[in-house]
């Protein structure tokens, strides 16, 4: 392997570690700290997983955090009383919503309702207008994007200039990374395509790439001949193609590949990002870092 692995698992100790040190400051200068609140509508597993871990990472950092678990017959009418609560909650500076939601509530509705000074996901249209806008304007550019763009600055591969390629147009990774990319500014400044499945020639897109971002949600999508030599790949795919028995634990846990053919890609590579082990573990410390962020807004620093 000739490419230079970006580890997720170790960008997000050093990230944690400087949230962490801001916190504190926080505090000692101004008697507060971030707070988060965790709206969870009944009780879906991979949720209550996907929860219990923001939890944690908040309560590592000394956040004031709320888990706030709420009945699946909960109505939407209450759902909605709840985030106004929260609003005018002033110990609170991220709200979230855990998505899914009980087939009785609309999710747009509910979601639109989150106050955009403290949706630290960044998907309220408030915010998606923001992050358009660019600049000064943005708040809270929304997580795995967010730590796609940290994983890059701190890999020290240079984006301005750069043609970047983004496989992918979803609302939470393709599209906001390569609206982020496209910025004038510092991480950013690149030349941005973004490809899909109406692309006519995907394979042609991608070899020009100095940065390759693939969010397509499809194993092996992309054939180590597509990959620029030196090229910085970031694989944002998670599938599951499998089981396997944990050789610690006994138990049966996913077998998991990314929308990249790693091994191979990992010759011609000059940066790749493994997968478990990338972009995956960046999401919920950058929204640790968005709900910091938010306080400080409010306090003016
Ligand atoms: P999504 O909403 O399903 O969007 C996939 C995008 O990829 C679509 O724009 C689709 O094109 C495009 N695409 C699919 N197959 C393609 C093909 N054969 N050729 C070209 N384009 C293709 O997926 P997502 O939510 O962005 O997630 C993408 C992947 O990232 C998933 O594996 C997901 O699990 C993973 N993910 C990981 C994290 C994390 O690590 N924290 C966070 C979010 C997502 P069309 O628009 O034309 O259909």
């Not at 609170?92 to 403290?118: F, M, R, S, T, Y």
């Not at 500014?185 to 109406?198: E, I, K, L, Q, S």
């Not at 790949?233 to 138990?251: A, W």
Request: with cysteine; proline share 6%; net charge neutral.
């Amino acid at each position: 392997m000739s490419a230079k692995l970006l580890k997720g698992t170790e960008i997000r100790e050093a990230l944690l570690a400087e949230i962490k040190q801001e916190v504190e400051a926080i505090k000692a200068a101004h008697g507060v700290v971030p707070g988060l609140v965790t709206i969870l509508v009944g009780s879906n597993p991979a949720s209550l997983s996907y929860v219990s871990l923001k939890i944690k990472t908040a309560h590592s950092l000394g956040f004031h955090e709320i888990q706030d678990s709420q009945p699946a017959d909960i109505s939407e009418a209450a759902l909605l009383a709840l985030l106004e609560k929260y609003k005018r909650d002033d110990t609170i500076h991220g709200i979230l919503v855990q998505l899914p939601l009980p087939p009785h509530i609309n999710e747009k509705k509910v979601l639109d309702a989150i106050d955009p000074d403290k949706d630290v996901d960044g998907f309220h249209p408030v915010n998606v207008g923001r992050l358009l806008i660019g600049g000064k304007e943005v708040k809270f550019p929304p997580c795995t994007p967010a730590g796609i763009q940290e994983m890059i600055r701190r890999s020290g591969v240079e984006t301005s200039g750069a043609e970047v390629v983004v496989v992918g147009r979803s609302n939470i990774v393709g599209k906001p990374i390569a609206n982020m990319l496209m910025q004038k500014g510092p991480g950013a400044n690149a030349t941005v395509t973004v490809v899909h499945t109406g692309t006519k020639n995907l394979a042609a897109h991608c070899q020009r790439a100095d940065i390759l971002i693939v969010a397509a949600g499809v194993p092996g999508l992309v054939k180590p001949e597509w990959i620029k030599p030196g090229a910085c790949v970031i694989d944002v795919g998670v599938n599951r193609v499998g089981e396997k028995t944990d050789e610690k634990t006994g138990r049966q846990v996913a077998i998991l590949r990314g929308d990249v053919d790693f091994d191979a890609a990992a010759k011609i590579a000059g940066f790749i990002t493994p997968v478990p082990g990338g972009v995956g573990p960046m999401t919920i410390t950058m929204l640790m870092r968005n709900t910091l962020n938010s306080l400080k807004f409010r306090l003016g620093i």
